[in-house]
């Protein structure tokens, strides 16, 4: 059964220092990983994508690392804004997509 | 533009009534839906998997009989909470896979639909 963690569970910042956040799974037999941002009450929004077979995605101040072999990925965020402060979630694609239990991010001005 | 609808967005409904959610893939045919809860600071839970013109497929400790899935066409799935209780109060979101099973698979959400029993 896959399994899918975060770390740290909560995280609080100054502006502009570069952050990284962190997503463990267990089985690695894995279509790809995605990476979401959730801000309270609200739905989710797709920040990146990454394939199994590929190593990292980066999106403007967004880059995400996959190693898939050991069960890792990460989500780096450069130059931080308080625009930033949401809960970020990865979540595993083995047919089913499987959710960690999320980072809350919070960027001081 | 957004690729899955559901609605309504926020029900307050009374306990021991229903309440039906909807969620509609916009730009594509979806024979695979995903429904989710997520209770108050917690992760998303995954509680089916909606299969259309068949069952759904219900995860383990997740009542069928009390979350009814149809799955009636290519494009739309619902979720009933039959008899609903207090304890149901919680964000019911709903996910479509867009590409090539598998591979190139991509999730979409719904906008969620908060649920409170009173």
């Known amino acids: 059964k896959q399994e899918v963690t975060q770390i740290p569970a909560a995280l609080s910042v100054p502006e502009g220092e570069n952050l990284v956040l962190n997503c463990s799974f267990t089985d690695s037999a894995i279509y790809n990983l995605q990476w979401f941002r959730q801000d309270p009450g609200k739905g989710l929004t797709s920040l990146l994508l990454i394939q199994s077979s590929q190593r990292e995605q980066t999106s403007g101040r967004l880059n995400a690392s996959l190693d898939k072999s050991s069960g890792r990925s990460t989500l780096y965020i450069a130059a931080s804004q308080p625009g930033d402060s949401a809960t970020y979630l990865c979540a595993v694609n083995s047919y089913k997509l499987i959710f960690g239990s999320g980072t809350r991010l919070l960027v001081r001005p | 533009g957004a690729v899955v609808s559901q609605h309504p967005s926020r029900v307050i409904c009374k306990s021991g009534t229903s309440v039906k959610i909807e969620c509609r893939s916009l730009?594509?045919?979806?024979?695979?839906m995903f429904w989710y809860r997520q209770f108050p600071k917690q992760s998303l839970m995954l509680m089916a998997t909606s299969n259309e013109g068949s069952k759904a497929t219900y995860e383990q400790g997740v009542e069928k009989d009390k979350f009814l899935i149809n799955h009636a066409s290519l494009t739309l799935s619902t979720l009933t909470v039959t008899s609903a209780h207090p304890e149901d109060s919680s964000f019911y979101i709903c996910?479509?896979?867009?590409?090539?099973?598998?591979?190139?698979?991509?999730?979409?959400f719904g906008q969620g639909t908060r649920l409170t029993v009173v």
């Open positions: 996910s479509v896979f867009r590409g090539q099973e598998g591979l190139n698979t991509e999730a979409f």
């Open positions: 730009d594509f045919q979806a024979t695979t």
